[in-house]
């Protein structure tokens, strides 16, 4: 019976898995942490929410940097351009 409970319950996570599509880096990290505390003391739902945490937060920063060094490089083109005299202007 216990089996046939924690198939159900992970096939329920799975089949919710697309609508938590903005938890990035959250699954990853949960699945290390899960394993990580289980082998320190049997603590794996504990290491996998601070596992999950600690990714998503990772995932973010990544984003945030990613997301600035694309303005930038879109900033310094636009420079660039109006310095030569570029224009978008219709004629």
């Known amino acids: 019976m216990r089996q046939i409970t924690a198939c159900l319950a992970i096939s329920v996570c799975l089949a919710l898995l697309p609508a938590v599509g903005y938890a990035k880096g959250c699954l990853k990290g949960a699945a290390v942490g899960g394993v990580v505390g289980h082998v320190a003391g049997h603590h794996a739902v504990l290491g996998a929410t601070a596992g999950c945490v600690i990714e998503h937060h990772r995932e973010k920063v990544k984003d945030k940097a990613a997301r600035q060094n694309a303005q930038a490089q879109n900033g310094t083109a636009a420079n660039d351009a ?6 978008n202007d219709a004629k």
């Not at 109006?82 to 224009?87: F, S």
């Open 82 to 87: 109006a310095h030569r005299g570029d224009r």
